[in-house]
């Protein structure tokens, strides 16, 4: 698990040990260098006070003593030892004066010799026990070190637990919301450093409670728009079910078989809706030839707008308009623009279908003749479900819906203009090569 709270106390912990190690080692050098200095310094002493010395008496009993642990040796002017407190002890026969380190066959000593009225003096002390005594010092300086270490991780980690405990309760009240609970979060109390996690949880929360109350009302349009066709289904079949002679029969029929398809209508309509919705899988997009998809679609609107009398046809077409896209997606936008043109052109008008490029754009555009929409109403006719008053009931009102969420995806701008002979314009703009690419 990765965690916030274990990766600080181990780099704060590790931090302070290094830098703790850093400064005992720096405190112990320096104690070591200091007792060597202070033993040192006896060496001198030593020497200087045995200076007017006979070596009868005192000064022999004192150099006699077992637990006296230096050796002072004593030569005169002409070389010869006059004293010894330790004969048994192995030293060099000649004294350097001043300080002096030398190595025998019994380990190295330390050794300080000065010359006094002819004679000198040289007052010795084993290396090993200057380091026995040297380290015990410096040990005794480290232990402050050995003693808060503990005493600072447990700071440390009582200081990391008191300064995460808002990130705990913040995952705690997220973790205790119901699924529709989902107001924001609220800042108070939230350091600087969450805030924008806060924050965007607030976004994600607001997002997702619009999707579920988009899809809550789609899923009460939709209900509401298959209740009416369904109803008329239902009076269809009950009057086929009565109908006395084979004329009503036929008629009845012929009903019973348009509310079939306007129902069927609706639900691919609603199905093709909710293919364009957040989250749903689709194909990765590819380049789309805009000319293709016009003339595709003129040629499967061609019998019906024939059966009304309309002047369906392409009036411009532009090899060089290609977009990113989904084809079958905007194959879909396009028959939709159609249609709703062939549905509300009246008999003897014209509609034209084109495509072309301008640009960083490429476009789509359907015109007809027909009755077109007040300025006042252009936005709202692109609402689920929305249909004009005087419009026929024939439509589902899903088409320019359709259309809009087949835009969006594709990050195109959807335009509607007066015709130039009057009616509507739908004009649909692309952003074209590297920059329309999603």
């Known amino acids: 698990m990765n965690s916030i709270r274990r990766k600080l106390l181990l780099t704060l912990i590790g931090a302070l040990s290094v830098v703790m190690a850093i400064g005992a080692w720096a405190t112990y050098s320096a104690a070591w260098d200091e007792a060597n200095t202070i033993f040192d310094y006896h060496l001198e002493q030593i020497a200087l006070s045995v200076r007017n010395q006979t070596f009868q008496g005192g000064a022999e009993t004192l150099a006699g003593e077992e637990s006296f642990e230096f050796v002072i040796r004593i030569w005169d002017r002409n070389g010869l030892g006059i004293y010894y ?8 026969d000649v ?21 006094y009225r002819g004679q000198t003096i040289a007052v010795a002390q084993p290396m090993s026990v200057r380091a026995r005594l040297a380290a015990r010092a410096a040990l005794h300086t480290m232990t402050p070190f050995i003693v808060l270490l503990p005493l600072v991780a447990l700071l440390i980690w009582l200081v990391v637990s008191r300064e995460l405990r808002p990130l705990t309760e913040l995952a705690r009240s997220v973790a205790r919301r119901t699924p529709d609970a989902l107001d924001p979060i609220s800042e108070t109390g939230v350091p600087a450093e969450a805030g924008p996690l806060v924050r965007s949880l607030n976004d994600l929360l607001a997002r997702l409670q619009a999707a579920m109350q988009a899809q809550r009302e789609f899923i009460a349009d939709a209900a509401h728009e298959l209740r009416t066709p369904l109803t008329a289904l239902q009076l269809q079949a009950q009057l086929l079910e009565r109908a006395s002679d084979g004329s009503e029969r036929t008629a009845a029929m012929a009903d019973l078989k348009q509310g079939l398809e306007r129902s069927i209508h609706v639900v691919n309509q609603l199905l093709t809706l909710a293919r364009q919705e957040p989250g749903a899988s689709e194909p990765p997009f590819a380049r789309v030839a805009l000319n293709d998809l016009v003339h595709q679609s003129v040629t499967a609107s061609a019998n019906t707008a024939a059966a009304r009398n309309i002047d369906l046809g392409v009036a411009a077409s532009d090899p060089a308009a290609c977009v990113a896209g989904n084809a079958e997606a905007l194959r879909t936008l396009l028959d939709n623009l ?34 077109g929409i007040p300025a006042a109403e252009r936005e709202r006719v692109f609402d689920r ?54």
Not at 95 to 115: C, H
Not at 354 to 364: F, I, T
Not at 389 to 403: F, K, M, N, R, Y
């Open 338 to 371: 159609v249609g709703n043109a062939v549905r509300y052109t009246p008999a003897g008008g014209r509609i034209d279908v084109s495509c072309g490029s301008s640009g960083e754009h490429a476009w789509l555009e359907v015109a007809d003749n027909g009755p």
């Open 85 to 92: 407190s330790r004969p048994h002890r192995v030293l060099p």
């Open 385 to 438: 479900f929305y249909r004009r008053s005087e419009q026929d009931a024939t439509g589902s009102g899903l088409g320019l819906a359709i259309v809009r969420a087949i835009a969006d995806k594709h990050r195109a701008t959807i335009l509607l203009t007066d015709a130039p002979g009057g009616g509507l314009r739908v004009r649909v703009e692309f952003p074209q090569g590297p920059k329309g690419a999603p």
């Open 95 to 115: 004294a350097r004066l001043g300080y002096a380190t030398e190595q025998t066959s019994e380990g190295a000593w330390r050794v300080f010799a000065l010359q």
